[in-house]
Protein backbone atom coordinates (compact mmCIF):
# COMPACT_ATOMS: atom_id res chain seq x y z
CA UNK A 1 0.00 0.00 0.00
CA UNK A 2 2.73 2.11 0.86
CA UNK A 3 4.73 1.05 -2.38
CA UNK A 4 1.56 2.09 -4.12
CA UNK A 5 1.77 5.57 -2.86
CA UNK A 6 5.35 6.23 -3.44
CA UNK A 7 4.80 4.51 -7.07
CA UNK A 8 1.79 7.34 -7.64
CA UNK A 9 3.52 10.12 -6.12
CA UNK A 10 7.11 9.46 -8.10
CA UNK A 11 4.41 9.58 -11.30
CA UNK A 12 2.48 12.68 -10.93
CA UNK A 13 5.55 14.53 -9.37
CA UNK A 14 8.75 13.94 -11.52
CA UNK A 15 7.58 11.51 -14.72
CA UNK A 16 4.83 14.44 -15.61
CA UNK A 17 7.21 17.34 -15.47
CA UNK A 18 9.75 15.24 -17.40
CA UNK A 19 7.47 13.88 -20.14
CA UNK A 20 5.82 17.67 -20.35
CA UNK A 21 10.07 18.63 -20.66
CA UNK A 22 10.59 16.41 -23.43
CA UNK A 23 7.50 17.96 -25.38
CA UNK A 24 8.96 21.61 -24.83
CA UNK A 25 12.34 20.25 -25.91
CA UNK A 26 11.05 18.94 -28.96
CA UNK A 27 8.96 21.97 -29.77
CA UNK A 28 11.90 24.41 -29.08
CA UNK A 29 14.20 21.70 -31.14
CA UNK A 30 11.53 21.42 -34.47
CA UNK A 31 11.25 25.75 -34.21
CA UNK A 32 15.01 25.75 -34.43
CA UNK A 33 15.02 22.86 -37.26
CA UNK A 34 12.28 24.29 -39.08
CA UNK A 35 13.87 27.88 -39.23
CA UNK A 36 17.35 27.07 -39.98
CA UNK A 37 15.91 24.54 -42.90
CA UNK A 38 13.95 27.57 -44.52
CA UNK A 39 16.53 30.09 -44.28
CA UNK A 40 18.69 28.02 -46.06
CA UNK A 41 16.14 26.65 -48.66
CA UNK A 42 15.46 30.70 -48.99
CA UNK A 43 19.30 31.44 -49.33
CA UNK A 44 19.50 33.78 -45.95
CA UNK A 45 22.22 31.22 -44.84
CA UNK A 46 24.62 29.74 -47.10
CA UNK A 47 25.50 26.89 -44.80
CA UNK A 48 22.95 24.64 -43.20
CA UNK A 49 24.60 23.61 -39.65
CA UNK A 50 23.23 22.64 -36.60
CA UNK A 51 25.24 23.53 -33.19
CA UNK A 52 25.73 22.76 -29.66
CA UNK A 53 24.28 25.97 -28.86
CA UNK A 54 20.81 25.00 -30.72
CA UNK A 55 20.85 21.90 -28.32
CA UNK A 56 21.06 24.55 -25.46
CA UNK A 57 18.57 26.62 -26.47
CA UNK A 58 16.11 23.63 -26.82
CA UNK A 59 17.21 22.80 -23.38
CA UNK A 60 15.46 26.30 -22.38
CA UNK A 61 11.89 24.65 -23.93
CA UNK A 62 12.77 21.54 -21.56
CA UNK A 63 12.86 23.69 -18.41
CA UNK A 64 10.04 26.13 -19.48
CA UNK A 65 7.84 23.22 -19.98
CA UNK A 66 9.23 20.87 -16.98
CA UNK A 67 8.94 24.21 -14.77
CA UNK A 68 5.79 25.42 -15.35
CA UNK A 69 4.02 21.69 -14.97
CA UNK A 70 6.16 21.78 -11.85
CA UNK A 71 4.94 24.86 -10.50
CA UNK A 72 1.38 23.96 -11.17
CA UNK A 73 1.58 21.48 -8.41
CA UNK A 74 2.21 25.16 -5.71
CA UNK A 75 -0.56 27.14 -7.74
CA UNK A 76 -3.54 27.44 -5.49
CA UNK A 77 -6.76 25.82 -6.17
CA UNK A 78 -9.68 26.83 -4.20
Partial sequence: MRINKIENNVK?????PIKSGLVGF???????????????????QSVFDFTF???????TGFVLAAGA????FFSSEN
Fill in 12 to 16: IFLLN
Fill in 26 to 44: AAFFTLLLVTKTFGYILGI
Fill in 53 to 59: TDVVFSL
Fill in 69 to 72: KFAG
